[in-house]
């Protein structure tokens, strides 16, 4: 079995791939990470594609419509850049994603490995499950394959 493929946001192997932008098409559920003081200011969350990622007060949570429980983390800073609170506790993702998929970080090969170095922690996943995503700030993570076709739409 090969060694995964690491790759970092600042890797220099992110500028020769074909990024395409992708527009967020659907609303979600979200709610800012707000303990007490006197609780951790950090917590762990398990994403719905098994990452373990952190999130540090302030923080949102975001997650699908019909899967509440199933959340990820936002850094603050970037939610602010990338999502419109459309309601109380919904938003939509204004900003473009970039998408790419990971297969084209192994030349093909969908079952090799793949470690993305998030804002939020390390994952590591299988390349032919997963694109390779940056946002607004040069963060990138990897974005499940059967979410990219049900929720993004190529931007013209």
Known sequence: MKDPIVITPDDPILKSLNFRPHRNLDRRRVFP???????????????????????????????????????WPVDAAIFDKSYVIVSPGYCIKSAITMLVPLTDLTDG??????????????????????????GVEGEIWPFPKHKAVEVKSPVE
Not at 39 to 58: I, Y
């Open 109 to 134: 090969d969908e079952d090799q490995m793949v470690v993305v170095h998030s804002l939020e922690g390390i994952q590591t996943v299988r390349a032919g499950d997963f694109f390779l995503a940056k």
């Open 33 to 71: 990470f707000l303990p007490a003081d006197d609780e951790p200011q950090t917590m762990e969350v398990l994403t719905p594609w098994g990452a373990r990622l952190t999130v540090t007060r302030g923080d949102m949570l975001v997650s699908e419509v019909d899967t509440p429980d199933d959340v």
